[in-house]
């Protein structure tokens, strides 16, 4: 009786939540119920889950088995396992019918493979995975915890319903490499027997072109059906290719019907990449997709700090900040200009410090404050807001422009080099003190108010991309 009330509980917040968060936390939980009905337990694959779960959502679950229920409610519990009863949570309205096994024979599930033997390509890149990227290597922030979390999920419990396949997409060099090799890696650590396979989609298309040209395209799709995990990078150069495309739904759906795990990465969210065909951006909504975002500042920090521990340098908190705050379009770049500094320390045998970064990174630095000017700041406010670019330098204080014109003082303080004083002199010759509490003030709003967050983001974006 409680697991049908369960499952009432599941069509509701199906119903109630994002899809996103639905599949992450609540599909994946399973429910055991107690002999005599008074107990029931969810459990969650891991302590992440319970935590979030017991955080974000318990309250609303015991409120809708209130809703459900007239009888008296089953004492609810929540841990980390498994329970002996699985449930299998009905998907409802799957975007598209999945093919069975009778509908076509590329579907079919293959027999375990001989190891290929001029499947040359694929055979090289069976776990090739690079073994540095890891999730102790990785470094969680506001921007990434989502997905971090979803790969961590993948991890622990591959292939479990919701989470296959796993995409991770966002701009480049944020992390989706390293956080599908780090799947990879924590699977094979797990389970060292297991067959993971990472590979580019380039690689892919050109060991289908070479399986096609040598007459062993039998293989090779038995190779890539057999495997245990398939980690595929950069789907976006799918793009407007058709048999590629073919062959790759159909391993996609062999692979999903056999419970293998599918990781894949793309560079932007695949309903907006042109050349995919309909129904693979279909497939690839089926399981779990999670953008990465451009890391904060202190996330960027934080970045700094590890690759900077990893390289056995002592990168000071000062010097940490000062990089992190030039260089913010991505995790690849800040890498590079670390790997300048470094270069530049032992070059010199210095130590770190401000004036040596400025040196190791000044053309880096010059084409920023090139780029990024206050007045380029003041315009790009003033358009957003929808105010005039006078309006920051004039003496009104009424909140529809005193607000922007702060927001303007503290992009001015984080993208420039420019002084307070200097800061202060462009908006309408103020005092420092205006803009150190202009700074303090918006720092405090970014926390409080996500609307201002949101505005703060888009700015940055606009004048840093
Ligand atoms: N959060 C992070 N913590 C530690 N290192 C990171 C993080 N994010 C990215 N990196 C590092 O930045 C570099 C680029 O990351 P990665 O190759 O995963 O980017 P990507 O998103 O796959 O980019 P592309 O689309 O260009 O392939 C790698 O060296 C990776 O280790």
Redesign the pocket.
Known sequence: MSKTLWNRCLTRLEDELPSQQFNMWIRPLQVSVSADGAEMTLFAPNRFVVDWVRDKYMERIGEVMGEMEQGPLPQLRLEVGSSRVTEIIPKRQAPEPRPTTAQTAETRPAPPPAPPSDVGLAAKHRSNLNT??TFP?????KS?RMACAAAQQVAENPASHGYNPLLLY??????????MHAVGNELLRRNPNAKVVYLHSERFVADMISALRNKTINEFKRFYRSVDALLI??IQFFAGKEQSQEEFFHTFNALLENGQQIIL?C?KFPKEVDGLEERLKSRFGWGLSQP?EP?ELE?RVA?LK??AEEARIELPNDAAFFIAQRIRS???E??GALRRVIAHVRFTGAQIDIGLIKEALKDLIALQARQISIDNIQRTVAEYYKIKIPDLHSPRRTRSVARPRQVAMALSKELTSHSLPEIGASFGGRDHTTVLHACRKVNELRETSPEIEEDYQNLLRTLTS
């Open positions: 540095g990227f290597t990785f470094v969680e922030g990434n966002g701009g480049v060099g944020l992390g989706k490499t390293h956080l990078d950069d990465t560079d990465l890391p996330t970045i590890k690759k991505n995790v690849r800040l890498e």
